[in-house]
Every structure is written in C-alpha cells, then in structure tokens.
C-alpha cells in the first residue's frame, strides 16, 4: 500500500504542484528581471501578449465542440495546455505586485482558479483513464468474455464518464475568467492615457 501510495504521489500530486511553482516561480523570476533591467513598463504590455496567447490556445475547445473542423484533438490540447501556461505567465507578470485595480485581480484570481481547474483537470482525466486501462487489461487477461469484461468495468466506466464531466466545472470558470478580463480590458482602454 505504502508502494502505491508513493506513486501517486509522485505520479499525480508532484507533477501538479510542480506545474503550479514553475508557473509561480518564472512569474516572479520574469517580474524581478523586467525590475532589475529597469524595464518595468514593459509588464504594462504583456497582459496584451498574454490575451493574445490565452486566445490562441482556444483552437482545442473550438476543435473539441465542432466549430472547425481543422486539426488534430491530441495536438490541439498539448498547444492549447502551452499557450495558456504562456499567456498566463505573461499576463501573471502583467498584474506583478501592482494592487491599484481591482478588476484585474479579480480576472487574475479568475484565471488562477481556471488553470488549476484545468490542472486538476488533465491530471485527474489521465489518472482516472489509466486506472480503467489497466482494469481492462488485468481482467481480459483473465480470459473473461467482452460481456463479462463490460460488465465487470461498469462501475469504473461510469466513474471515468463523471470525471470527463469536470469541463462543466472548468468552462464556467472560463467564462468568468473571460468576463473579468474582457471588463478589465474595456476599463483599460477608457481610462487609458492615449495622448
């Protein structure tokens, strides 16, 4: 048991906060540099670059509900995980320490919860599709019949259905990470100094 629970630990649990420190961790390092250079203006335009990113890696979600028709699902997650981790270190580096608007918190608390939603996500989807792998192929080596074989995995099938139902908590948080956003932008551009 001790065994098992090791390697879901290391299997499940570090790779997932790893992913959350690197995405902190490069956020502060990428803030510290732009003040070390003196370049601390250039964050004010990341939040752009960083919108720009997070859009693009909408393709899979498009790709996934049948609004295009182009591209491979498997391909599109791995740009779609890429370009959101890209867009929101940037856009992380964007809002810095700078607590002066509290509509973009708001959209960063927003997105926050959007990428560990989407983390807890893949880790679980993964986990819970290897677990009924590995099921299957323990009992079909038994030399059970395919009735027998769905039968025995009928409880696990329907688990693993439920856990692919997380994007119905994940696309809501998308959305509100999306309104936020969209009304910390429109706030920017009115109040913006454009001379």
């Not at 996934?64 to 699902?73: V, W």
């Given at each position: 048991?001790?065994?098992?629970?090791?390697?879901?630990?290391?299997?499940?649990?570090?790779?997932?906060?790893?992913?959350?420190?690197?995405?902190?961790?490069?956020?502060?390092?990428?803030?510290?540099?732009?003040?070390?250079?003196?370049?601390?203006?250039?964050?004010?335009?990341?939040?752009?670059?960083?919108?720009?990113l997070i859009i693009?890696?909408?393709?899979?979600?498009?790709?996934?509900?049948?609004?295009?028709?182009?591209?491979?699902?498997?391909?599109?997650?791995?740009?779609?995980?890429?370009?959101?981790?890209?867009?929101?270190?940037?856009?992380?580096?964007?809002?810095?320490?700078?607590f002066n608007a509290?509509?973009?918190?708001?959209?960063?608390?927003?997105?926050?919860?959007?990428?560990?939603?989407?983390?807890?996500?893949?880790?679980?989807?993964?986990?819970?599709?290897?677990?009924?792998?590995?099921?299957?192929?323990?009992?079909?080596?038994?030399?059970?019949?395919?009735?027998?074989?769905?039968?025995?995995?009928?409880?696990?099938?329907?688990?693993?259905?439920?856990?692919?139902?997380?994007?119905?908590?994940?696309?809501?948080?998308?959305?509100?990470?999306?309104?936020?956003?969209?009304?910390?932008?429109?706030?920017?551009?009115?109040?913006?100094?454009?001379?």
């Open positions: 048991m001790s065994a098992l629970r090791t390697s879901l630990i290391s299997r499940e649990v570090i790779p997932f906060l790893a992913a959350l420190a690197l995405l902190g961790g490069s956020a502060l390092a990428l803030d510290a540099l732009l003040h070390v250079a003196d370049m601390v203006w250039v964050g004010r335009y990341l939040g752009i670059a960083g919108v720009v693009a890696s909408s393709g899979y979600s498009l790709r996934k509900r049948k609004l295009i028709s182009s591209g491979k699902p498997a391909n599109l997650l791995r740009w779609h995980e890429g370009l959101a981790w890209a867009g929101s270190l940037l856009i992380l580096v964007h809002a810095g320490i700078h509290i509509l973009g918190w708001l959209a960063v608390w927003a997105m926050l919860v959007n990428i560990v939603s989407g983390l807890t996500g893949r880790f679980l989807l993964k986990r819970a599709r290897v677990r009924l792998d590995v099921n299957r192929q323990t009992l079909r080596a038994t030399g059970l019949s395919p009735e027998a074989l769905e039968e025995r995995t009928y409880w696990d099938s329907l688990t693993f259905d439920m856990v692919k139902q997380w994007r119905a908590v994940h696309v809501p948080i998308t959305l509100a990470f999306a309104v936020l956003a969209l009304a910390h932008i429109i706030a920017v551009c009115l109040f913006w100094g454009w001379k």
